[in-house]
């Protein structure tokens, strides 16, 4: 091996075998990195979604965020699924995603006076699994929303929000409401 470095150092470390060598590192890098894969205690690996809150640019120069797939269901699953003292730093990776859900009222009530409403809505019905169901909280102003007076418990909406929370429940702000 030794012999054959010497004898074939001016190609070895030309451009062309500098190449060679640099493709064949990035190629074994590749294979043995996994991207968005978070390591529990246990050494499994769960997958994780991360979709930040890009933006695209569109025809009329208007920006809009990318809206991600994930459901509520999947998102409180994948992190009730690890220990928990690991919860809270995975629920870190799903902050800001913008999502767009519908579901049922809940429960709707007034904040502060009247300047905010906090609405619960679930989006998953019954879940058997956890014996409760899965539930998203947000706020809203009442001043942006001239139906929100008449809307019911069990009424169907549709919410579009960042997530801001994972607990039991996925908290979302920056909420644009749907009645």
């Not at 590749?30 to 894969?37: H, I, P, R």
């Not at 991600?68 to 409180?76: F, Q, W």
Request: aromatic letters at 8%; proline letters at 3%; a negative charge.
């Amino acid at each position: 091996m030794v012999n054959w470095l010497l004898e074939n150092k001016e190609w070895l470390f030309s451009g062309i075998g500098l190449t060679i060598i640099v493709g064949i590192s990035v190629l074994i890098k590749a294979v043995f990195v996994k991207k968005n894969s978070y390591k529990d205690s246990l050494g499994k690996e769960l997958a994780i979604q991360t979709h930040h809150n890009t933006e695209i640019q569109t025809y009329n120069s208007e920006k809009q965020s990318v809206i991600s797939d994930l459901t509520p269901k999947a998102i409180v699953e994948a992190v009730n699924s690890v220990p928990p003292l690991q919860r809270k730093d995975l629920a870190k990776h799903y902050q800001g995603i913008r999502v767009k859900w519908s579901g049922s009222v809940v429960d709707i009530k007034e904040l502060g006076g009247g300047h905010n409403v906090l609405i619960m809505l679930n989006c998953n019905g019954f879940d058997p699994h956890s014996a409760k169901s899965i539930d998203i909280v947000f706020t809203v102003n009442p001043s942006d929303y001239k139906g929100l007076s008449l809307m019911d418990i069990d009424q169907r909406i549709t919410v579009e929000g960042d997530i801001e929370e994972i607990g039991d429940y996925v908290k979302l702000a920056n909420v644009k409401l749907f009645i």
